[in-house]
């Protein structure tokens, strides 16, 4: 059973950066496609990121592209995601989660089955 947590947050001036870690436990993190979400309070969860598990494919919510990077490193099972150019409103609990299926293609992470417990970031104007 993959278990994932997140670290990293905090606040930071709008236009600043953060970069936020997901370490994951398991022999199969490797084979798993991982996503990035977030919850704004009083919001509904909603996806920010994903990257493949090779790391070759990547996809971005339009309100975080060309802000946000994400990457992995599966010889730490740590996934990160660059945050830069923060605005007040990317403020939320940040999320890291999988679905735990092998080699599964990208598009079924915006579907997790697993969730870290959550970081929270706090970017102030």
């Known amino acids: 059973q993959v278990q994932l947590a997140e670290s990293g947050g905090g606040s930071a001036q709008a236009g600043g950066s953060l970069t936020l870690s997901c370490a994951g436990s398991?022999?199969?993190?490797?084979?798993?496609?991982m996503a990035w979400f977030r919850q704004a309070p009083g919001k509904e969860r909603e996806f920010v990121a994903s990257?493949?598990?090779?790391?070759?494919?990547?996809d971005y919510a339009d309100s975080v592209k060309g802000r946000f990077t994400i990457s992995r490193d599966n010889t730490k099972n740590t996934v990160y995601l660059q945050m830069n150019s923060l605005k007040p409103e990317d403020t939320a609990v940040y999320y890291c989660?999988?679905?735990?299926?092998?080699?599964?293609?990208?598009?079924?992470?915006?579907?997790?089955?697993?969730w870290g417990q959550g970081t929270l970031v706090t970017v102030s104007s």
């Open positions: 989660a999988t679905d735990r299926r092998d080699y599964a293609p990208l598009s079924h992470v915006r579907n997790p089955k697993v």
């Open positions: 398991g022999r199969s993190f490797s084979n798993y496609a």
């Open positions: 990257i493949s598990w090779s790391g070759g494919s990547t």
